[in-house]
């Protein structure tokens, strides 16, 4: 069999791998807004401000994971009634000034509600990314693409602690989660 390597081709090729780029970056920073706040709850505990218990710290965790499967539910059906493209923005945006309402928070109650807004955003990225990078990869070549793409995931979740480990002394938990909202 014969590759054909037509300018068209090429060109798909390169669509396709900036389309993978693109959700590569929007899911890395989903990965780093899912587990930033693993990174830096011992120091949240310890923030007098918050008045976070350990079982208080636990719920906030549950409110942003339950937003995380509603979101997750909902992004098909929202995705193909305003398009994937728009619908991966509305999910990065919301979880992102989610994340700015989490860097402000003045009590624990706006906290978690934050938090839960950013798991809805956080839940429906995913799956529509998944969707977006399989629709616009070469014949052939889904799998590896969404292969490709679940890695920054992970990469988000080991920045998580990484940025934690260089800025949680110097500027506190609460920088974290605006670094978090800048995108």
Do not use: K
């Amino acid at each position: 069999m014969t590759i054909d390597h037509t300018g068209s081709d090429r060109a798909r090729t390169r669509l396709a791998l900036s389309v993978l780029a693109l959700c590569w970056f929007a899911i890395l920073c989903d990965g780093l807004d899912t587990f930033v706040y693993g990174a830096v709850l011992p120091r949240m505990l310890a923030d007098p401000t918050l008045g976070m218990g350990p079982g208080a710290a636990g719920t906030v965790g549950s409110v942003a994971t339950l937003g995380m499967l509603i979101g997750a539910l909902a992004a098909g059906p929202i995705a193909d009634r305003l398009g994937r493209r728009t619908a991966i923005v509305a999910g990065v945006a919301l979880f992102s000034i989610a994340s700015l309402a989490c860097a402000v928070a003045p009590s624990l109650e706006v906290f978690a509600a934050a938090r839960g807004v950013a798991g809805l955003g956080l839940g429906g990225l995913i799956p529509t990314a998944i969707s977006m990078v399989m629709e616009y990869a070469p014949r052939g070549r889904a799998n590896l693409m969404v292969a490709s793409l679940m890695t920054a995931h992970q990469a988000g979740g080991i920045l998580a602690p990484g940025l934690s480990m260089l800025f949680l002394d110097s500027r506190g938990w609460r920088f974290l989660f605006l670094l978090g909202g800048h995108r």
